[in-house]
């Protein structure tokens, strides 16, 4: 049974809370016997897996220059509000110059590419904002991909 749109929201949430967090707070997540303690509702859902995924594509773009550029914009932004106009910008403009649209990949994907890149670009590079990454990825994520996300099924049924 495909998640509802509220599970998604969660789901969304769990991922970039575990994409944007430290690798030893991963490592304290793993119990004795190797297995992943998850609190979801959903038995097969792993937010774990799914950062690790979103982080392998995001590391190969961290070096590009037109992420400086984008992250200066986002450290002008003072209000939550502001904030995630900001990183949607962001992302938006990420999409045009290193996401081109093209008919074998979803749109949706290149904006999942895309936000995931610029939120690891500002952990990385501008500890200053880095408590404003996870609500603003989160809130644009569930703003533009929720539905689509809910239409495949899930974090899980998405092919990253």
């Not at 220059?65 to 986002?74: G, N, T, Y």
Request: one cysteine or more.
């Amino acid at each position: 049974m495909a998640p509802s749109e509220t599970v998604v929201g969660w789901q969304t949430y769990e991922i970039i809370r575990c994409l944007l967090e430290d690798e030893d707070d991963v490592k304290n997540r793993v119990m004795v016997d190797g297995d992943l303690e998850i609190d979801s509702p959903a038995d097969d859902f792993d937010p774990v897996l799914i950062a690790g995924k979103l982080r392998s594509i995001a590391d190969n773009l961290v070096d590009d220059p037109a992420f400086s550029v984008v992250l200066k914009d986002m450290k002008k932004a003072v209000t939550k509000e502001v904030t995630e106009a900001a990183f949607s910008q962001g992302v938006e403009a990420l999409c045009q110059t290193h996401f081109p649209r093209t008919p074998d990949v979803a749109p949706e994907i290149q904006l999942i590419r895309a936000s995931v890149s610029f939120g690891l670009y500002i952990k990385k590079f501008s500890p200053d904002l880095r408590s404003t990454v996870p609500g603003a990825m989160t809130a644009f994520l569930n703003r533009r991909v929720r539905t689509w996300v809910t239409q495949q099924g899930g974090w899980d049924n998405v092919n990253i």
